[in-house]
Every structure is written in structure tokens, then in C-alpha cells.
């Protein structure tokens, strides 16, 4: 910068007088850091972490009484990871939200860059996410993708309130930039075509009847993924476990969040242990191990950003260190 002349840093005498000029010249030296900016394996703050689906399901409710959707751009709830300083991210990578519409009530349409889907907990024939203009059903476990720049909206024509869990990529949309959000000219797109077969929508029974023919990983444990991948930086797994089955995911850089679709399961992660049942939320940041154990017939799904992380060959495991 201006303000230290080449001919200053020829005068410099010793090391002392070498730092400071570089101070005043906006440079900082890279043999001494403040903060090491390589090490042998990733660092992470986020902890494995819980949340139940009744909790939520009880502070939606209450959200209900005092927001409404004409106020709120959404009526949801974000599942940051509980280490101090963070308000927003789930893991790394995605942030996840449990989101509820009532009975009669839309959700206006907007479109944004990041990647979004949903895992549907309680909905019906009636309940549409409006993507592109087309009304796709919201069934319970059903899966359905508004991938980036899509419109969508979601309208419960139903005589019941309608509950779901998001998941966005918009932590990596934060880190990388390129983050844009409209809203669409209508409220609501206006539409009379109901998509049943969109690409964009996993019917749970289609997912059940996939794993049923899927051949065991391990022991009492079947996987199937829905999409291939579901979106650019979003991968979608099913896990079907039979009643007492295990399986373990090693540390790796593959950031997750696991949602339990039916049953009730042990989960271990980062060496914290859950007890979980449908609908709950178990975050697993990157590096930390996770196991899942079921009490009774379990399906899980998981959300992680490996089609990122394979593009970028950062896909790798992360051996346990003595
Ligand atoms: O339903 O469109 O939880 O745009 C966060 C951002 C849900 C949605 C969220 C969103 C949505
Ligand atoms: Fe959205």
C-alpha cells in the first residue's frame, strides 16, 4: 500500500521493525500466523446435536397464534447448532428448518438460489408445494425438491395443519456468494394442474417399495438414494433398518442431518446419544461418527452435501488419531 514506501522496507533493521511495516501496510506475514491456515485434518465446531419433532410440533402451534403467513415469509423454524455464536447452520453446509402451514392458509411463492427440499410429516391429498406452476402432493414421507431458482409456494387445501422439515444448502449459498431471492409478481402461482408423477416428488410408497428390493449393506439394513443426485449439492438417502439392526458411518468430511421417517431409533453421534422417534433431527457434522441402532422398524433418511463434495474430490475419511 501507498503509505510504506519500498524504500522503508529497505531501511528495516530487524524483524520488529519489519512486522510493523507490514501492519501499516495491510499485509500480514505468513510464517508466523495468528491462526495455522492448514492442518493435518478438518477442524469442526458444530456438535452432534437433537431435536425432538413433539417440541417443534408444539412451538409451530404456538408460532401459529402470532405469525401469520401474509406476515412471515415463512412460518418455520431453524435448527441451528447449539456451540455459542451460532444462530443459523444445522452442519456445515445445509440448515434445517421444521415449517408448518395451517389449514386454508398459503405460503407466498418466491424463488432463490439455494437448493431446498422437504420431508413431509403431516399433510395430505389437498396440501401442494407449487413448483413451476404445477400443485405437487404433499403426502406423508413424501420427499420433494424445489431445486435453485425454482418458484415454489405451498398451499394446505386441507382441513388440517399441515407440518414438514426443510432442508436448504444455504450455509454453502452464505460461503460462496451467490445468493439471490425474488418474489414472484402473484402471491401465489396461479395453477390448476396437479403433478402427482412430477420428477421433483418421492412418493414414500415408491421408496418403500424400492427397499424392499434393495439388497442389505449390512446386516438387517437396506439403502436406496432418492435422485442421483437429488440436486447439485444435495444428496438424499433411505435407510431401512429391521427391528434391532445397526449400522455406523466412519468420520468423514460429508456433513449430514439425519430424519427419522417412522420408528424409533438409538442414534450415537459425535459420542452423544439420542433416543429418537418420527420426525426428530439428528444433526452430524463433518468428522464426527455416527450410529444408528432400531428399537422397531425404521426408516431414515439423510441429507448430505456428497454431491459437492465429490465434484470437488473432498470426499474423503477421516481417520480415527491416537
Ligand atoms: O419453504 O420456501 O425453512 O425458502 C427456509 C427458506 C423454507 C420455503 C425454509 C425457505 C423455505
Ligand atoms: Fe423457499
Given at each position: 500500500?501507498?503509505?510504506?514506501?519500498?524504500?522503508?522496507?529497505?531501511?528495516?533493521?530487524?524483524?520488529?521493525?519489519?512486522?510493523?511495516?507490514?501492519?501499516?501496510?495491510?499485509?500480514e506475514n505468513g510464517w508466523a500466523k495468528r491462526e495455522p491456515s492448514m492442518y493435518s485434518v478438518p477442524k469442526q465446531n458444530f456438535?452432534?446435536?437433537?431435536?425432538?419433532?413433539?417440541?417443534?410440533?408444539?412451538?409451530?402451534?404456538?408460532?401459529?397464534?402470532?405469525v401469520n403467513t401474509e406476515l412471515a415469509e415463512r412460518r418455520n423454524l431453524i435448527l441451528n447448532n447449539p456451540v455459542p455464536g451460532n444462530y443459523y447452520p444445522t452442519v456445515t453446509t445445509l440448515v434445517t428448518a421444521y415449517q408448518m402451514v395451517k389449514a386454508g392458509e398459503t405460503a407466498r411463492?418466491?424463488?432463490?438460489?439455494?437448493?431446498?427440499?422437504?420431508?413431509?410429516?403431516?399433510?395430505?391429498?389437498?396440501?401442494?408445494?407449487?413448483?413451476?406452476?404445477?400443485?405437487?402432493?404433499?403426502?406423508?414421507?413424501?420427499?420433494?425438491?424445489?431445486?435453485n431458482w425454482c418458484w415454489h409456494a405451498h398451499s394446505n387445501e386441507t382441513k388440517n395443519n399441515a407440518y414438514w422439515i426443510d432442508f436448504l444448502d444455504v450455509p454453502l449459498t452464505h460461503l460462496v456468494g451467490p445468493m439471490f431471492f425474488d418474489h414472484h409478481e402473484d402471491m401465489i402461482e396461479k395453477t390448476d394442474i396437479v403433478d402427482e408423477n412430477s420428477p421433483a416428488r418421492f412418493p414414500f410408497q415408491q421408496t418403500v417399495a424400492r427397499l424392499a428390493a434393495a439388497e442389505e449393506f449390512t446386516p438387517g439394513c437396506r439403502r436406496i438414494e432418492l435422485?442421483?443426485?437429488?440436486?447439485?449439492?444435495?444428496?438424499?438417502?433411505?435407510?431401512?433398518?429391521?427391528?434391532?439392526?445397526?449400522?455406523?458411518?466412519?468420520?468423514?468430511?460429508?456433513?449430514?442431518?439425519?430424519?427419522?421417517?417412522?420408528?424409533?431409533?438409538?442414534?450415537?453421534?459425535?459420542?452423544?446419544?439420542?433416543?429418537?422417534?418420527?420426525?426428530?433431527?439428528v444433526a452430524a457434522p463433518s468428522t464426527k461418527?455416527?450410529?444408528?441402532?432400531?428399537?422397531?422398524?425404521?426408516?431414515?433418511?439423510?441429507?448430505?452435501?456428497?454431491?459437492?463434495?465429490?465434484?470437488?474430490?473432498?470426499?474423503?475419511?477421516?481417520?480415527?488419531?491416537?
Open positions: 500500500m501507498a503509505n510504506v514506501s519500498p524504500e522503508d522496507f529497505n531501511r528495516a533493521g530487524n524483524m520488529e521493525e519489519l512486522l510493523s511495516l507490514l501492519g501499516e501496510a495491510g499485509i456438535i452432534g446435536a437433537h431435536w425432538s419433532y413433539a417440541q417443534a410440533r408444539a412451538a409451530l402451534d404456538a408460532a401459529g397464534r402470532f411463492s418466491h424463488r432463490h438460489t439455494a437448493n431446498a427440499m422437504r420431508l413431509v410429516m403431516e399433510g395430505g391429498p389437498g396440501m401442494y408445494t407449487i413448483v413451476d406452476g404445477k400443485k405437487i402432493p404433499m403426502i406423508p414421507n413424501d420427499v420433494l425438491l424445489t431445486p435422485g442421483n443426485p437429488a440436486m447439485a449439492t444435495i444428496a438424499i438417502h433411505v435407510t431401512r433398518l429391521d427391528p434391532g439392526a445397526s449400522f455406523s458411518e466412519e468420520p468423514s468430511t460429508l456433513s449430514r442431518v439425519f430424519a427419522v421417517m417412522q420408528g424409533e431409533a438409538d442414534a450415537v453421534v459425535d459420542g452423544r446419544a439420542f433416543s429418537t422417534k418420527r420426525g426428530d433431527i461418527a455416527a450410529k444408528w441402532t432400531a428399537k422397531n422398524e425404521v426408516y431414515l433418511l439423510r441429507v448430505s452435501d456428497e454431491p459437492l463434495l465429490k465434484y470437488l474430490n473432498w470426499l474423503r475419511p477421516i481417520a480415527a488419531r491416537a
